[in-house]
């Protein structure tokens, strides 16, 4: 726990979210998960005596009549006969009734089973939704007791170093105020999209090169290529302490390599869209550089755009790429109940 | 002697506002209940105008109409189904802008609550230094 130096900020996970209010999310999403459970085993019960009743069904027509013993009232019986065994009256719901055969009332009550699964089938994505949910909240609180740290840096730091004065700070933390508030939600997918997408022209570009270099021809495409090369050359200082410093390269980036037989006649083309991209691609990583490393696993950035800080996203150590997941479905799950599941009324058959 | 008057009046505009919101919520959590039945029956219909297209023409229908079953023509129960259907998907739609009606409004509210309540804490901060 250093104390806060002059640029950047640590501050304790813990006083962003207190512990106990982690564990009181926790707390609300087990009970969620509880009712749900409660709902399934009602439509496993359904569907038990669904199964039970289909089994009767298949073998009340086996024989012509069947001795049974008639409940009369609640706690009288008599003997009886069961005749017509192959005649079912079955419920349809909503009040209607219609008269079936056997099978044919086998073949109503498997419709409904199947109904039946499909609702427990989502029940249960509903359920494992709570507990990713449940283990994240969890997480947090967990790592707020053990006192983590959420590390901030400033992102522009030869104007940060610049504006030393304390008058020059107040002015600037109006303006990041308000910057970084917009930057915060709608230029992450953009920088996202930026970001990937440069990372993939550099390495269509690597390929570029090295083909180049094999189909040593010596024709005009070569000199076409060298273009490329020196248009590479220039944003690559740029791309590249921009990968180390910011990219983690993630694996699936790692895949497109091989995509790289790219055809000799193929090259104009490709010289073309590099030309472009390689400027949108400077751009992009310039203006990417700081603030991108750092999906923090934290709900709100936002929280803290107040201090006087420029939008620099955050660094947490101990992050799970489950925490990730989670933060993106758990905002409207948790903040808006569930659908009701429409039920099927199996008890009133 | 004034600003202990506004200050009064502040209160009072807030609690007018505060039971309105109440009212907004409880409205909201009606129609919230209104809307999972409806849901269910229209599942229930679903499943029963399934069923009865599955039947063959000459297959006897009745309806429970209080203690006994009355016999019904299969056509007339697939239109009566049908237009249940369609009623009650009629009235889901009423419902679901009920709600989004009753959602806008609950967040002025707060918002104007809100707004409210910053003033009544300036002016108390005010009285409290003087």
Redesign the interface.
């Known amino acids: 726990m250093e104390p806060p130096q002059t640029k950047g900020t640590v501050t304790p996970l813990a006083s962003l979210f207190s512990e106990q209010e982690a564990r009181k999310a926790a707390s609300y999403v087990e009970e969620r998960i509880r009712e749900k459970r409660e709902e399934m085993n009602r439509l496993q019960g359904f569907v038990d005596e669904n199964d039970n009743l289909i089994s009767l069904v298949k073998k009340l027509p086996e024989k012509l009549h069947h001795n049974i013993m008639v409940p009369f009232g609640k706690i009288a019986f008599f003997p009886g006969r069961l005749i017509h065994t192959n005649e079912c009256l079955v419920f349809l719901g909503e009040n209607y009734y219609t008269d079936r055969t056997s099978k044919q009332t086998v073949d109503v009550l498997r419709r409904r089973d199947k109904t039946l699964q499909s609702q427990i089938h989502s029940l249960k994505a509903e359920i494992d939704d709570f507990q990713t949910e449940a283990s994240f909240f969890a997480n947090t609180a967990s790592e707020a007791a053990e006192g983590v740290l959420e590390i901030r840096e400033e992102y522009e730091e030869e104007e940060e170093e610049d504006s030393g004065t304390v008058l020059q700070r107040g002015v600037e933390k109006e303006a990041s105020g308000v910057t970084g508030g917009e930057a915060g939600e709608g230029e992450d997918k953009d920088d996202e999209f930026a970001r990937i997408m440069s990372r993939l022209n550099e390495l269509e570009m690597e390929e570029e090169q090295e083909e180049g270099e094999d189909g040593d021809d010596g024709s005009v495409e070569e000199r076409e290529l060298d273009v490329v090369k020196g248009l590479g050359d220039k944003t690559d200082d740029n791309g590249i302490g921009y990968e180390e410093s910011v990219l983690e390269k993630p694996q699936y980036l790692q895949k497109d390599q091989p995509r790289g037989g790219i055809p000799q006649q193929n090259a104009e083309t490709w010289r073309d869209f590099q030309a472009t991209s390689a400027v949108s691609r400077s751009k992009a990583s310039s203006s990417v550089v700081g603030p991108q490393k750092i999906e923090s696993p934290i709900q709100k950035p936002e929280a803290k755009f107040d201090t006087n800080k420029a939008f620099t996203g955050l660094i947490v150590e101990h992050t799970h790429n489950l925490e990730t997941n989670t933060h993106g479905k758990m905002q409207p799950s948790g903040s808006q109940p569930s659908k009701p599941v429409s039920r099927f009324k199996a008890q009133r058959r | 002697m004034s600003s202990s008057m506004a200050l009064r009046d502040l209160q009072r505009d807030l609690e007018s506002k505060a039971n309105d919101l109440a009212k907004i919520q409880k409205d909201i959590a009606k129609d919230?209940q209104l809307?999972?039945k409806y849901?269910?029956?229209?599942?229930?219909?679903e499943?029963?105008l399934?069923?009865?297209d599955?039947?063959e023409e000459e297959?006897?229908?009745?309806?429970?109409?209080g203690p006994v079953?009355v016999k019904?023509d299969l056509a007339e129960?697939n239109a009566n189904?049908r237009k249940?259907i369609e009623y009650i998907s009629a009235e889901l739609k009423r419902v679901d802008a009920s709600i989004h009606d009753n959602e806008g409004q609950q967040n002025s509210k707060r918002e104007a609550m809100m707004k409210l309540q910053q003033r009544l804490q300036s002016i108390q901060a005010g009285k409290a230094k003087a």
């Not at chain 2, 849901?39 to 219909?45: A, D, P, S």
């Not at chain 2, 297959?59 to 109409?65: C, E, S, T």
């Open positions: 919230h809307r999972k849901t269910i029956q229209l599942g229930e219909n499943l029963v399934k069923e009865l599955l039947l297959a006897n229908v009745y309806k429970l109409i079953l019904q129960a189904v249940r």
